[in-house]
């Protein structure tokens, strides 16, 4: 077969997208060995083969206002994407996540490019601006998602969309679940997101409620668990003269091992989730995004699992409740009521355990290159 039909572009902007998109070319490849990858992705992509035109740090920003700031250099990447994409002329094209990016990108391609465009990880237009569905009507060749009831909700808009389970469900629940005790000293994560403006607006917060807490709890402790993506330098000014130290471990099994965790709503929460770790989900971004964001959400929570549950499992924090005082109270009140702690747990355990579907990356790798 000629090589050329083994090109293959695949795009991933964020961290989360640069994990699954790696397992994803892992299972391609042995699928296919001769495949050939390029387009846009992080460390761990690059370590399975892909050739990447930028680096993944520049291109993770949240937010309308951080966006449009950034707004000619991602024009620029988009260009060089289009002209890449272009001179290779790729047989199949798989966009993950990353929609602000990536539903652009889709409208432009469908101009020039006879490829097959998959779109791996559906945008949350159930959450918010769902008039992009059009969008992937008429662009998107194959749409995969991570949760079964998006494909009931793609059904109502005339989108076949295709479910083979969450990979990170799947690998990560633990076989026990955690064990609390009144008399217990916690081990408590803070986990700021996975984004340099994320620790902006959260670490000095979560660095204060840390020290507020110890005062009242010295036996506790802290430590500060982030993306690969995160340069634990980034960290150290906001921790100098503390005891919290930065965890560089994997994020899942620095969760793993700790009793509790503060979190940033995003795919964190979710892997907080799949360790049955109780938490606390946080997230504030600029005044301007906020508002923005606020008038056109649809969903009364902003964690996954709570969204899963249809129902408040999780504390959230968000925006203006975000204070070192609320933190504090809410984290005192959650550490000294155990019976909440278990039940938390046993609540998140019913939520995702039916979606701990077996060899979830296999199943979509041999899915996008048999069809």
């Not at 056109?296 to 975000?322: C, D, M, W």
Request: charged fraction near 20%; aromatic fraction near 8%.
């Amino acid at each position: 077969m000629n090589q050329r039909k083994h090109n293959l572009v695949i795009i991933a902007g964020e961290s989360s997208g640069d994990l699954h998109g790696a397992h994803l070319m892992h299972h391609m490849k042995k699928i296919n060995p001769k495949i050939v990858f390029s387009g846009l992705g992080g460390q761990k992509m690059k370590e399975e083969g892909l050739s990447s035109l930028f680096p993944i740090k520049k291109l993770a920003v949240m937010g309308f206002w951080e966006v449009l700031k950034n707004i000619i250099f991602f024009l620029r990447v988009e260009r060089t994407v289009l002209k890449h994409i272009k001179k290779t002329q790729p047989k199949k094209i798989i966009l993950i996540d990353y929609p602000g990016f990536n539903l652009r990108l889709a409208k432009k391609l469908k101009s020039f490019s006879r490829a097959q465009i998959i779109y791996y990880i559906s945008p949350q237009l159930w959450a918010w601006k769902e008039e992009r569905v059009q969008i992937i009507k008429k662009h998107i060749d194959r749409l995969i998602v991570l949760f079964p009831f998006e494909v009931n909700w793609y059904k109502k808009h005339k989108i076949k969309a295709y479910y083979f389970g969450h990979p990170l469900i799947a690998q990560s629940l633990p076989t026990k679940a955690k064990s609390f005790s009144s008399n217990q000293q916690f081990s408590i994560a803070l986990c700021p997101g996975s984004r340099a403006q994320e620790i902006k607006q959260h670490l000095p917060i979560l660095i204060d409620t840390a020290l507020q807490y110890t005062k009242i709890n010295p036996n506790s402790s802290f430590k500060i668990v982030c993306a690969p993506n995160i340069n634990p330098k980034l960290l150290q000014p906001y921790i100098k003269n503390t005891a919290i130290k930065v965890d560089t471990n994997p994020i899942l099994s620095s969760f793993h091992n700790v009793d509790f965790a503060i979190v940033a709503s995003g795919t964190a929460a979710l892997e907080c989730a799949v360790t049955l770790t109780p938490m606390i989900v946080i997230y504030k971004m600029s005044f301007l995004s906020w508002v923005i964001t606020k008038n056109i959400v649809r969903t009364p929570f902003a964690s996954i699992i709570n969204i899963l549950a249809e129902k408040q499992i999780s504390l959230e924090l968000l925006q203006n409740q975000f204070t070192t005082n609320n933190l504090t109270s809410a984290l005192t009140k959650k550490l000294n009521n155990v019976a909440s702690l278990t039940q938390e747990q046993q609540n998140i355990l019913q939520t995702i355990q039916p979606l701990a579907l077996n060899q979830v990356y296999h199943k979509t790798a041999e899915h996008i290159i048999q069809n």
